[in-house]
């Protein structure tokens, strides 16, 4: 697959998201925008491996020293945090594994935002539009991640001090990675639930128009929609894995941190000023990073979904609209075309998939949240079961 000089300001828009994911490795190659500048592919996949290297030796060495601090905190605690920070660095190694050290994910993702500016030329659609509400959001997301990781770093200063704080640091430094690496995925369904959106849209407004112009419109939309299941296609390919990880880390990382309430809830009469406040906060800011950005991503999948069933039932509408008895040769064209599109929306369903394990969409939602609860229940009677005996 060999992607040439293209222009897409769905490229453009996103780069500078893509820029910060890639210094910390969780973007797909697609440095240089256009050329074949095969240096800097090796050098970011070199350095993609390296990550993964020190990441998994710093994870065993940090695991090692961390046992000297079993006495200056809850048991619970340093086990849950024992399980997270094996558990984040597995979720960060397949990531780089499956984005940068993957053979083709650069270009597939490139591919997907030359479909996209395709879609665009066609639709008279201009994503720079929503340009601002988009940089909005992830300034509030990545400032987000700033709050959680100076909380979690006065949270361990107060408990361990600064010189045992250090061993700490690599666990928030994954998980902005985790939050930064769904961020990514999460912004490129917006675009792509913002043009199946632009599609329905114009495929309604052709009812006004002359069947000559219905006819010619309804065999560019067909091409249209083969287009988007396309891009749907190739982001499945890219972030499929990814999905899948994330989620699951999303819920470990949601029961570690309600975990971790229930130890300060237990022990908070032993905490005294500031450390039940940077504690409190790390709890709540720990819980709200990751499941807001599930939250999005699923909510997000769900509407692609849910306008893309929208396709055959506005076909169907439209040839209903159609006189019953005709023998004009352009309006039994018009109506071959629509029956091909609505056949073609109808076959050709687009789901969201994680690596298809399972659909993102609401029902991943509810999957998780119902893992969830799962877990701290079980959590919740093991620890009264220790403390009985």
Known sequence: MSVGHFFSKSFDALNPLMVLCTLFCV????YPKN???TIIVRLYKI???????ISVVLAIVLLFLKDKLNQSIPYSVHV???FVHCALVATCVTMITSLVLGRTKGLKLKKIFRLMQNIDDKLGFDISVYKAKFYLGMLFYIALMVVYVVYDA???ITFVGWDWYLLYLPKSIYICQLCLALLLPMIVLKFTYLRVK???RTLRCLADVDLKTLHLQAKDMSHMHTTIYDIIIQFNKVFGAVCFVGTLMVVGLIVHYVLMLLVFFEFQSELEGLKKKYVLAQCITGIILPFTLIIAIANTGDKVSYEAHKTTHICLKLLNNLPCRSNQDSVEAVREELKNLALQSSFRQPTISAKRFFPINHTMLGSVISSIVSYLIVTIQFLSRNENK
């Open 27 to 30: 973007c797909p190659s697609v």
């Open 35 to 37: 050329g074949p500048s």
């Open 47 to 53: 350095y993609g491996f390296f990550y993964c290297v």
């Open 80 to 82: 849950s945090d024992y």
């Open 154 to 156: 006065f949270t361990w």
């Open 198 to 200: 632009k599609f329905n």
